[in-house]
């Protein structure tokens, strides 16, 4: 038999990340989802696949946008129209709450409810295959479920679909139908269908568990080709094939530049190095910048110019598109040379807190996305070297005479 | 460093002026407008550049044109320097000489001689003069705080600079309350999108509505197509009710008429077949019977007697005589037919004689005789001349003349009037010529004719003699017997006809008698008088006559035949008719016509009761079950018309409802069309990111503050220990012990007075905070001092404190001046001698 296994559609979500950019890549950019999603239906019909499974997070509910569940059930309607039926449990983002009335989902559409339930269907080889979930009621899930998923014994086949996280640490700290491997290897079923987490991963070999990741990235840290799994299972072997769908990706690039580069040699550097990869997707590129650089560069650098004009260099084009540029360096000398170095060690360490960052942004952080951005160690490490840069730069224009 | 001298070339009212500085303490005592801040300024330029000329502060150019700067001398790390300024750019031309090793030093040379401090931190710390202890006193307690806080830093000027630089910038980008702010306004601006988005969610609850509307209409109109369904098979049953209605009522008919015939004992086939033979012979019988009876009637009735009937048998004797005679006369009459034939053919072939002898008169026998003599001469003399062979010529001759006669005469005739010229001529004589020829022929012929034998000429001269008294002259003599007998035809025919005529004549008067004797009998109709003169229609007449006797006779045969018939047939009946009785008895009816009725009874019932079972089977069981349920056919057309008018009424609803989802399916559509929310959502992320960055900056910023702050904090309260102790004994002195300590408790600085109580910073008098503010800075100066060497300038530090005692005062500084030079200024100081001289210079009011 021969499924695909999807997750994590995210149809409504925005890229995060971008501040400004052409108005043909935002073009791009808006019909991204939809592309990877057009390719998935694709290559689901064109192989022929006896069902799809769609494990959770296809929209955010709280988007509620109209267009994008509509496009789904047309993909899903070609779908039904040869005969290739669809799973679709709800997940973390998109659950359910019965009272809101649904779309009309296409006839081969099975939606799952809120309890574990199994599906059985017929192949056309006449083998039957039982397909179990649930979905989530609400934005959260606790409660490990997996001991309600049962296998149906009268079936050749059983597949579960779970959107959850891994257990770990505290319980409590786990929000997303909890579970651990060893329970889904238990359970008795020739594969489990996973869905929240938006990369590919295994998660053991002697049972398929698999995390089929998201199809289209939305942020840098969803990196990587991204897409959906094809899954031969026969009683004897399982083969997994991932397929690509995502038609933008994020990735990273670093130069190496020293304090003489000029502005427009780095430009250059940057410009070249991003030309580097040659692929038919959308590539949006965060340019590291790996050495110190002289002080009119590191101004350009700080307030934006550098970025516009390596952005200007690639307004025409729609294959790239840098969206920001980091300095990776640590600043490795002392600002205050007349101060000690524990006076100085001693007020990073306490100054660069969650809690301390949290009460310095006061009221801001009562908006969530800010928060939620900046309680991310990566950014508060960020922060911190921005600070020690900064004040380094200003300590040396200042104290010229103290240097 | 300690400042030994200074010389000023000139710099503001001094020129030339040479001032030596102790080591120690120096006093300088003046008026105001003395010269006192001069020397300060002096001391600070000298050492750190002259302001440029855009800058704020003073900058002592001196009047006349004299050079401006000067020289100071000092001593550090016990070698003596000598650092020349005089006016230049960048803070003018500066020199440097180490006169003890006489080397040549320049200014980064002296920036390390006196790191790490600069000038702000000289400015701010050892430069007490100028107001800024007054500043002090006119800061506010929280102020005066924040300032003996900061003080404690190294370098706090420059990190004070940036930290309010790192403020700004961070005010710039966001203010907690502010409005014009970035981050402020782009988070205004997100708001805007965040309603744009939640009235988009408006439109997505419109829109589930609309899914919810789209769902109902669809049920209801499913509900209402089955309905309708429902009611198009109701219908449909009714209908066929409807339809089978008329059989159904003739099966009731037929069944209760099946009911109410009483039937008696069934009369088979055969019974009936004889029945019907039986009855069929009795009708017939007594159709013949009435048939005789009608035919006898019809004889009396129709058949009266004719008018000859009557005359016959009135006249019956001469009737039957004239009939006997009629046979007779009938002959008569065609003899007389024959007979009048016969003279008509003897009539005419008279006349085609009379016509052929024309007036010739018969021969007698005499002359008869004479002829045929004669006759036979002519031919035996004609026969031995030739010539009278000529003579047959000569006719032919005669005839041949007078064709060349005729023939001249037309030719002649004819060329003359038709022809013309030559022709007329050749004509006209060819005419003449023709003449002249029938002329010659005619005279040649007679000429002949006068040639024949006497003999012959006597024969044919009697022959013509007779011809003429005969009158045969018209006739050859070929042809004379042939006239002859002719003539004695007509002779004998005439005879025959007169025969005839007198025959005809008598049997026509026999007819004639015979037709009036009828006539006598006959009444005066046309007809009978035709048939009078014509025996054939008499004939007839009697023939007719006969017939009528005849048919009289055979219709009274035939009336004794048919009386006879009738009484035979009577018989007959009234045999058939007792084996009918028998019948009748053996089959228990009374009369035939019961037999008959029951006998039709019973074939109507078993027609009917065929109809009622081929009824029955067109409807079936469940049919007539259904039907039964209703009285009449009105019951089940009202109810197809309530069906037809329920079903109409439901596809007008249905009509509706389509329409309504026509209408929110186009609302549907136009939503979906509608992709502004995909936008907007990128854009709002977009917008979040921005902020983010811009957040980052200000956090940056604000962090960068805070971390100059908490690492100048950290010093601070590392050197608090040393700072507090200079503190509590300058604070000691100034106060005169009213106070034992000072310390910092739980990060506020904290005055322990004699008897333990102890006072916040906030909580002091002005004047007491003044005077802590004035021992922190001396102290910190002090302790700063440790790291680089610089003289402490203090502007009359104690005018403004009332109840500081000269003595105090002296005793401060001597204490002060233990550690660090201290170069005072003051416009009024009443000394003890306790103090060198040398440590006081006055000046004079310039």
């Known amino acids: ?403 | 460093m300690k400042i030994t001298k200074l010389r000023i070339y000139g710099f503001g009212k001094f020129i030339d002026q040479t001032i030596l500085i102790d080591e120690k303490l120096q006093i300088i005592v003046g008026p105001n407008e003395s010269g006192k801040t001069t020397i300060a300024r002096f001391i600070h330029d000298l050492l750190f550049g002259f302001p440029t000329r855009k800058s704020a502060l003073n900058r002592y150019v001196p009047k006349e044109s004299s050079r401006y700067g000067g020289e100071l001398y000092f001593s550090n790390s016990e070698n003596n320097y000598l650092l020349i300024r005089t006016s230049g750019k960048r803070g003018g031309d500066f020199s440097l000489k180490n006169l003890t090793t006489e080397e040549e030093l320049d200014a980064d040379d002296f920036q390390r001689l006196i790191d790490p401090i600069n000038e702000t931190i000289f400015y701010q710390v050892f430069d007490l003069s100028d107001d800024k202890l007054n500043q002090a006193f006119q800061m506010s307690q929280s102020e005066l705080a924040n300032r003996i806080r900061v003080i404690g830093a190294v370098g706090s000027g420059d990190w004070a600079e940036l930290i309010g630089e790192y403020d700004e910038e961070a005010a710039r980008l966001y203010k907690v309350r502010g409005r014009k702010q970035p981050i402020v306004v782009k988070l205004h601006e997100l708001n805007q999108f965040e309603d744009q988005i939640a009235h988009k969610k408006r439109d997505f609850t419109a829109y589930q509505n609309l899914l919810l509307k789209k769902r109902n209409l669809n049920s209801e109109n499913q509900q209402n197509q089955q309905q309708i369904d429902k009611l198009t098979q109701e219908l449909e049953k009714f209908r066929n009710l409807a339809s089978s209605w008329p059989a159904y009522e003739r099966l009731h008919q037929i069944s209760k008429k099946i009911a109410s015939q009483n039937l008696r004992e069934r009369i088979d086939e055969d019974a009936w077949q004889k029945f019907g033979v039986m009855k069929g012979q009795i009708s017939q019988l007594e159709s013949t019977t009435h048939q005789l009876y009608q035919k006898q009637k019809e004889f009396n009735e129709k058949h009266p007697q004719s008018e000859l009937m009557v005359i016959q048998q009135q006249n019956k004797v001469i009737w039957n005589q004239l009939v006997s005679q009629l046979p007779e006369m009938t002959q008569i009459t065609s003899e007389i037919s024959d007979l009048k034939k016969n003279a008509q053919s003897l009539q005419e072939e008279q006349s085609s004689f009379e016509r052929d002898v024309k007036t010739a008169i018969p021969f007698d026998e005499a002359t008869n005789e004479e002829v045929v003599e004669l006759l036979n001469q002519q031919e035996q003399l004609v026969k031995n001349r030739p010539v009278e062979k000529s003579r047959l010529r000569q006719s032919e001759k005669k005839q041949t003349n007078t064709i060349f006669y005729l023939l001249g005469i037309l030719v002649t005739a004819g060329s003359l009037l038709l022809f013309h010229g030559g022709f007329k001529f050749v004509g006209t004589v060819v005419g003449i010529l023709l003449l002249i020829a029938g002329y010659l022929s005619t005279q040649k012929s007679n000429l002949q004719l006068s040639k024949s034998p006497d003999d012959l000429i006597q024969v044919q001269n009697r022959l013509t003699k007779i011809a003429e008294e005969f009158q045969l002259s018209d006739f050859p003599q070929s042809q004379w017997f042939i006239v002859q007998s002719k003539l004695e035809s007509l002779m004998e025919n005439q005879r025959k006809l007169d025969n005839l005529s007198q025959k005809i004549k008598s049997n026509e008067s026999l007819l004639d008698d015979y037709a009036n004797s009828w006539k006598r009998l006959l009444p005066a109709h046309e007809e009978n008088k035709a048939a009078v003169g014509n025996l054939f229609e008499l004939k007839q007449l009697l023939d007719n006559l006969q017939q009528e006797s005849q048919s009289m006779m055979d219709e009274n045969n035939r009336t004794q035949l048919l009386a006879q018939q009738k009484s035979d047939t009577n018989e007959q009946i009234v045999i058939v008719q007792s084996k009918m009785q028998k019948f009748l008895e053996e089959h228990h009816r009374a009369t035939a016509s019961q037999f008959e009725a029951d006998y039709q009874k019973q074939e109507v019932v078993a027609k009917d009761q065929a109809t009622q079972s081929i009824l029955k089977s067109e409807l079936s069981d469940s049919v007539i079950e259904k039907l039964e349920q209703y009285t009449d056919l009105a019951a089940i057309t009202d109810n197809i018309s309530q069906i037809k008018g329920n079903m109409s009424q439901l596809a007008e609803t249905n009509q509706t409802i389509i329409q309504q989802l026509a209408d929110v399916n186009s609302q549907i559509n136009i939503m979906m069309g509608d992709t502004k929310l995909e936008e907007l959502l990128q854009k709002q992320a977009s917008l979040q990111s921005e902020i983010n960055e811009l957040v980052f900056s200000w956090l940056t910023a604000v962090l960068s503050s805070k971390l100059i702050t908490l690492v100048l904090d950290l010093a601070v309260s590392d050197r608090q220990p040393e700072i507090l102790k200079l503190t509590n004994n300058y604070f000691k002195i100034l106060t005169e012990n009213r106070y034992n300590e000072v310390k910092f408790i739980d990060d506020q600085l904290t005055l322990i007075r004699k008897d333990s109580r102890s006072f916040n910073i906030i909580e002091l008098s002005k004047g007491t905070a003044q005077q802590l503010y004035l021992a922190i800075s001396f102290a910190f100066a002090v302790v700063i001092s440790k790291q680089a060497n610089l003289p402490l300038l203090i502007d009359d530090a104690f005018v403004n404190f009332d109840d500081v005692r000269k003595d105090t005062a002296i005793q401060l500084l001597n204490k002060l001046s233990q550690n660090i030079q201290v170069i005072y200024f003051t416009t009024n100081f009443s000394f003890s001698s306790e103090l060198i001289s040398n440590q006081i210079m006055t000046l004079k009011r310039q």
């Not at chain 1, 950019?21 to 808006?30: C, H, R, T, V």
């Not at chain 1, 990877?36 to 296809?58: C, K, P, W």
């Not at chain 1, 319980?171 to 008795?188: D, M, Q």
């Not at chain 1, 006061?362 to 991310?376: C, Q």
């Open chain 1, 1 to 403: 038999m021969k499924f695909i296994h999807a997750a994590d559609l995210h149809l409504d979500s925005p890229f995060l990340g971008l501040k400004t950019a052409p108005a043909s890549i935002w073009k791009l950019i808006y019909s991204s989802s939809e592309r990877a999603t057009i390719n998935l239906i694709d290559r689901a019909i064109s192989e022929q696949v006896d069902f799809i499974l769609l494990v959770g997070d296809l929209f955010d509910r709280e988007t509620q946008n109209i267009q994008a569940q509509l496009f789904l059930r047309n993909q899903l309607e070609r779908l039904d129209e040869v005969d290739i039926p669809v799973f679709i449990s709800w997940g973390n983002h998109d659950y359910s709450s019965e009272s809101r009335p649904e779309i009309d989902w296409p006839s081969n559409v099975t939606v799952f409810d809120s309890q574990v339930s199994s599906h059985k269907i017929q192949l056309k080889s006449g083998e039957q295959v039982a397909i179990s979930g649930f979905s989530y009621r609400t934005r959260w899930l606790n409660e490990d479920l997996i001991s309600n998923f049962v296998p149906d014994k009268n079936a050749e086949f059983n597949i579960a679909m779970l959107h959850g996280g891994e257990k770990t640490g505290e319980i409590r700290n786990n929000h997303y139908a909890p579970f651990t491997v060893g329970e889904l290897t238990a359970a008795g079923f020739d594969y489990w269908a996973l869905g929240h987490i938006h990369q590919f991963q295994k998660l053991a070999s002697s049972v398929p568990i698999y995390y089929s990741g998201t199809i289209q990235g939305r942020n840098h840290n969803e990196d990587g080709t991204k897409g959906a799994l094809l899954v031969n299972l026969t009683h004897t072997e399982t083969k997994v094939n991932f397929i690509e769908t995502d038609v933008i990706t994020w990735q990273k690039i670093s130069i190496s530049v020293d304090e003489k580069s000029s502005i427009a040699e780095i430009l250059e550097l940057m410009a070249d190095k991003i030309k580097e990869n040659i692929s038919d997707k959308l590539a949006l590129i965060s340019v590291e910048i790996e050495n110190q650089v002289g002080n009119t560069e590191e101004t350009a650098i700080q307030n934006g110019t550098l970025l516009e004009r390596l952005q200007d260099m690639f307004s025409r084009q729609t294959s790239y598109w840098p969206y920001e540029i980091k300095e990776v360096i640590q600043p490795n000398e002392r600002v205050f040379s007349e101060v000690d170095n524990k006076f100085w060690q001693a007020s990073e360490a306490q100054l660069f807190t969650d809690d301390v960052i949290t009460e310095t942004a006061g009221t801001l952080f009562s908006n969530a996305f800010i928060a939620n951005h900046f309680h991310d160690q990566k950014v508060q490490s960020e922060l911190k070297q921005a600070v020690l840069r900064n004040i380094k730069q200003k300590a040396g224009h200042k104290g010229g005479q103290s240097e």
